[in-house]
T-cell receptor
């Protein structure tokens, strides 16, 4: 059983649509990360959350510690947002990654 | 450039050969992590250093794998007697605290 589950696995949307990617986890965590991975493989950290909500530009990340759930939202999506979005949780000194959500935004 | 760098970016090798990858972390970061990512999967933890001490190794790190960080700065990951199953992206990350990690571009290994 995966300790970090993401949904959907793949998502194709039209430019401008509001995007939601979900992450559920089964362990007690000290922090949750949302990462963006581009086709070349490079990973960029988008957010680190331990509670509540964070916003950066068109990206919003929320976390509900009681429900062990986090969401990443993209408003006014754009083709350049096309990437794999990975949820990762930290507990003890370990990080466990989800398998990622492959997002494709069509122009 | 002050980010995490990895070298080489791509490596193609024949089965049975040894390969070594290098990671240069952000200069003041004392923690360094190695991950492996296979196609369609999220990264998997391999090992972690705090300064020069290797504090944790995953069971994924078989005895063919060895990692070092001799002076607490750059790190190397060596794979001996490579197998086709070793084909993956090898990612390095560094951090100053126990939370925020900064990733390098990765080394893509193909074993033929």
């Amino acid at each position: 059983k995966n300790e970090v589950e993401q949904s959907p696995q793949n998502l194709t949307a039209q430019e401008g649509e509001f995007i939601t990617i979900n992450c559920s986890y089964s362990v007690g965590i000290s922090a949750l990360h949302w990462l963006q991975q581009h086709p070349g493989g490079g990973i960029v950290s988008l957010f680190m959350l331990s509670s509540g909500k964070k916003k950066h530009g068109r990206l919003i990340a929320t976390i509900n510690i009681q429900e062990k759930h986090s969401s990443l939202h993209i408003t006014a999506s754009h083709p350049r947002d096309s990437a794999v979005y990975i949820c990762a949780v930290r507990f003890d000194d370990k990080i466990i990654f989800g398998k990622g959500t492959r997002l494709h935004i069509l122009p | 450039d002050t980010g995490v760098s990895q070298d080489p970016r791509h490596k193609i090798t024949k089965r049975g050969q040894n390969v070594t990858f290098r990671c240069d972390p952000i200069s003041e970061h004392n923690r360094l992590y190695w991950y492996r990512q296979t196609l369609g999967q999220g990264p998997e933890f391999l090992t972690y250093f705090q300064n020069e001490a290797q504090l944790e190794k995953s069971r994924l790190l078989s005895d063919r794998f060895s990692a070092e960080r001799p002076k607490g700065s750059f790190s190397t990951l060596e794979i001996q007697r490579t197998e086709q199953g070793d084909s993956a992206m090898y990612l390095c990350a560094s951090s100053l605290t126990a939370h925020e990690q900064y990733f390098g571009p990765g080394t893509r290994l193909t074993v033929t």
